[in-house]
C-alpha cells in the first residue's frame, strides 16, 4: 500500500510541474487598432492621427512591437 501512494504523490508531482512549465506560457499581448478616416488630404484628420500614434507612444506601446495598427 505504501508503495503506490509513493508513486501516486510522485506522478501528481510531476504532473503539476509539467503544467506550471509548459501550460502557463505567458503570450506577447499584441493589440490591432483599426483606423478609418475618410481622407488624407485633410490636414485635421492627419493631426488627429498622429496626436492618437504620439499618446500611445508615451503610454508605452509602439507600432510594430506591441501595437499594430
Known amino acids: 500500500m505504501?508503495?503506490?501512494s509513493n508513486?501516486?504523490?510522485l506522478m501528481t508531482i510531476l504532473i503539476l510541474i509539467c503544467l506550471?512549465?509548459?501550460c502557463c506560457k505567458a503570450k506577447k499581448e499584441t493589440f490591432h487598432i483599426?483606423?478609418?478616416q475618410w481622407t488624407e488630404n485633410v490636414e485635421a484628420f492627419n493631426q488627429?492621427?498622429?496626436g492618437v500614434i504620439d499618446g500611445l507612444r508615451d503610454k508605452g506601446y509602439i507600432d510594430g512591437g506591441n501595437l499594430k495598427i
Open 7 to 9: 508513486f501516486t504523490i
Open 20 to 22: 506550471a512549465f509548459f
Open 2 to 4: 505504501r508503495k503506490y
Open 48 to 50: 488627429t492621427y498622429k
Open 34 to 36: 483599426g483606423v478609418l
